[in-house]
């Protein structure tokens, strides 16, 4: 039995870390999702979570690009993912001022129901496994364990 390994061998277990800088722009972020899915199918997360996947990228450059950016078409976001079989890390950034998440109301609360705001954060918080803010408030950092990891 040689123990020699097989180039796919490094590869299967080697994660995958992709930077990509879009426009201020919908349609860039709809394909940019979608290459993200692909690269998370691809490493075998169950349908369930990338449905969660799907929405928590939907919902963190649809912020990006109308809070962060104020869709000025002259700024970008920078976005950079981590895809392993265990996990997947994305990470988006805009050229905005940031915020305080935790000045964000809870939009389930009885007082909040009405008003348009904080529905974004709260998906994502429920749909990824960890979900953390830089200090300035205009990046994100969503982590996505596979739940196919363990088994």
Not at 14 to 43: C, F, G, M, V
Not at 77 to 85: A, K
Not at 98 to 112: A, C, H, K, R, Y
């Amino acid at each position: 039995m040689s123990s020699r390994k097989h180039i796919s061998d490094y590869f299967l277990y080697s994660p995958l870390i992709n930077k990509k800088t879009i426009l201020t722009s919908y349609e860039a972020a709809r394909q940019l999702r979608e290459t993200i899915l692909e690269d998370a199918s691809a490493a075998g997360f169950s349908d369930t979570d990338l449905f969660s996947i799907r929405l928590a990228i939907e919902e963190a450059l649809t912020n990006s690009i109308k809070h962060g950016n104020k869709l000025n078409e002259d700024k970008k976001l920078d976005i950079s993912w981590e895809c392993s079989g265990k996990e997947l890390k994305i990470i988006v950034s805009d050229e905005g001022e940031g915020f305080d998440p935790g000045d964000v109301s809870d939009p389930t609360l009885s007082e909040n129901l009405d008003r348009p705001y904080g529905r974004g954060i709260m998906l994502i918080r429920s749909y990824m496994d960890d979900v953390s803010y830089n200090s300035k408030g205009n990046t994100i950092i969503m982590v996505k364990r596979n739940s196919f990891a363990g088994s």
